[in-house]
């Protein structure tokens, strides 16, 4: 098996003497493309300058093919090997195709190997038509699309992207993700994406490293960060609603009894009896019915398998493409209905409703030490 790309180890970075990257291990593999998540000061800007040797850290290492890069010249040629997309175009002024054969030809190739490498990056990106423009007349988004031709036509060994679509409104976003996708999984290109947005990392990562106060709170697939937060910090990123705390009970079978706000419901999630707990329960996991008293036994549900609570409901709000209803079975729980609400439930609030979801979508979180098995 290959090295790793990129290895970093025990890396530690401080501005006046207060610490902001304290990232224990991250290992970046040919063909990966890794979204690293965090808020706004959580430190992964910070990383990307480290991972792309802009900044040099306070202590820690940085490998290259399993190398570390302790000469400036050795980094310098790195340097050339990887190439960077920030949320500002940095363009110089002159045309398009000026700025997308500039890296090329300071490298001193040929001039017909810098018109066929950048023919290629404008044909990536379906801005050939952009190429006698000067840059001053671009729009935001075909800005953007030229610094990443640029990028790409030294055919770079990783890319760095810098919260690109930051500046961009939300239909120009929309477009520039959609090629930016194709473009990245055409090329098999190697990837670090800095972002904010959790839509875009699950879009566009196929790792996700999720960051909070300087440390890599969680690094797993797409799938598994919205689905399975490690933390309550990470399922407040990928907007996971309504963290309940809970005790488990004891084993039922292959699923886990959690009590939870007064009701008894059941999780696939392993855990230790009498732990304390965060129930995690997405909205787009939550169906919402007529009330059923009579179906079953008290949280659960005969029909499924899985757990049945009866509540009140206590807000309907519309959020575009979903309408958000919260019902009080004893703790609040939100569901995400598509479209508007169906006709044949009463979701006035106050109304009384049933509400289903099955064990394998109940996550629970540690909420103290050793509560969940290793």
């Given at each position: 098996?290959d090295?790793?790309l990129i290895?970093?180890?025990?890396l530690?970075?401080a501005y006046e003497?207060?610490r902001?990257?304290?990232v224990?291990?991250l290992s970046?593999?040919r063909g990966?493309?890794?979204?690293?998540l965090g808020r706004?000061g959580?430190?992964k800007?910070?990383?990307?300058r480290?991972?792309?040797?802009?900044e040099k850290p306070?202590?820690?290492?940085?490998?290259?093919?399993?190398?570390?890069?302790e000469?400036?010249?050795?980094?310098?040629a790195?340097?050339?090997r990887m190439a960077m997309v920030?949320?500002e175009p940095l363009?110089?002024s002159?045309?398009v195709?000026?700025?997308?054969?500039?890296?090329?030809a300071i490298?001193?190739?040929?001039?017909?190997?810098?018109?066929e490498?950048?023919?290629?990056?404008?044909?990536?990106?379906?801005?050939e038509h952009?190429?006698?423009r000067?840059v001053?007349?671009?729009?935001?988004?075909e800005?953007?699309?030229?610094?990443?031709?640029r990028?790409?036509a030294?055919e770079?060994e990783?890319l760095f992207l810098d919260?690109p679509?930051?500046?961009l409104?939300?239909?120009?976003?929309?477009?520039?993700?959609?090629d930016?996708?194709?473009v990245?999984?055409?090329?098999?290109a190697?990837?670090v994406y800095?972002?904010?947005?959790v839509g875009?990392?699950?879009?566009?990562g196929n790792?996700?490293?999720?960051?909070?106060?300087?440390?890599i709170v969680?690094d797993?697939?797409?799938a598994?960060?919205?689905?399975?937060?490690?933390?309550?910090?990470?399922?407040?990123?990928?907007?996971?609603e309504?963290l309940v705390?809970?005790?488990v009970?004891e084993?039922?079978?292959?699923?886990?009894?959690?009590?939870?706000?007064?009701?008894?419901?059941l999780?696939?999630?392993?855990a230790?009896?009498?732990?304390g707990?965060?129930?995690?329960?997405?909205p787009e996991?939550?169906?919402?019915?007529?009330?059923?008293?009579d179906?079953?036994?008290?949280?659960?549900?005969?029909?499924?398998?899985?757990?049945l609570l009866?509540?009140?409901?206590?807000?309907?709000?519309p959020l575009?493409?979903?309408?958000?209803?919260?019902?009080?079975?004893g703790?609040p729980?939100?569901?995400?209905l598509?479209?508007?609400?169906?006709?044949?439930?009463d979701?006035r609030?106050g109304?009384?409703?049933s509400?289903?979801?099955?064990?394998?979508r109940v996550?629970?979180i540690r909420?103290?030490n050793?509560d969940?098995?290793?």
């Open positions: 098996m090295r790793p290895r970093v180890s025990n530690v970075h003497g207060r902001v990257l304290d224990e291990g970046i593999n990966d493309i890794v979204a690293l706004n959580s430190g800007s910070t990383l990307l480290m991972m792309s040797l802009l306070s202590s820690g290492d940085i490998l290259f093919h399993g190398k570390l890069l000469l400036e010249r050795d980094r310098f790195q340097r050339r920030f949320q363009l110089f002159g045309t195709t000026y700025n997308v054969s500039y890296g090329l490298r001193g190739l040929p001039r017909d190997e810098i018109a490498k950048r023919r290629r990056a404008l044909s990536l990106l379906a801005i952009l190429a006698s000067r001053e007349t671009l729009s935001g988004g800005a953007q699309r030229v610094s990443l031709a990028a790409l030294g770079p990783i919260e679509m930051a500046n409104d939300n239909p120009t976003r929309m477009s520039f993700r959609r930016l996708g194709r990245l999984a055409q090329l098999e190697t990837v800095v972002t904010h947005e875009e990392a699950l879009y566009l790792r996700i490293a999720v960051m909070s106060g300087g440390k969680q797993a697939a797409p598994e960060v919205w689905n399975r937060p490690a933390t309550s910090d990470v399922a407040s990123i990928v907007g996971a309504g705390p809970g005790v009970l084993p039922a079978g292959e699923f886990t009894r959690v009590r939870c706000g007064g009701q008894n419901i999780s696939l999630s392993a230790l009896p009498g732990a707990v965060l129930v995690c329960i997405r996991h939550v169906v919402i019915g007529d009330p059923s008293p179906e079953g036994a008290p949280g659960h549900d005969r029909m499924g398998a899985g757990n009866q509540g009140v409901v206590r807000g309907v709000e575009g493409a979903v309408t958000g209803v919260t019902v009080d079975c703790f729980i939100t569901a995400h598509v479209g508007q609400p169906g006709q044949s439930v979701l609030p109304a009384n409703v509400v289903r979801f099955h064990p394998d996550h629970l909420s103290g050793g969940l098995p290793a």
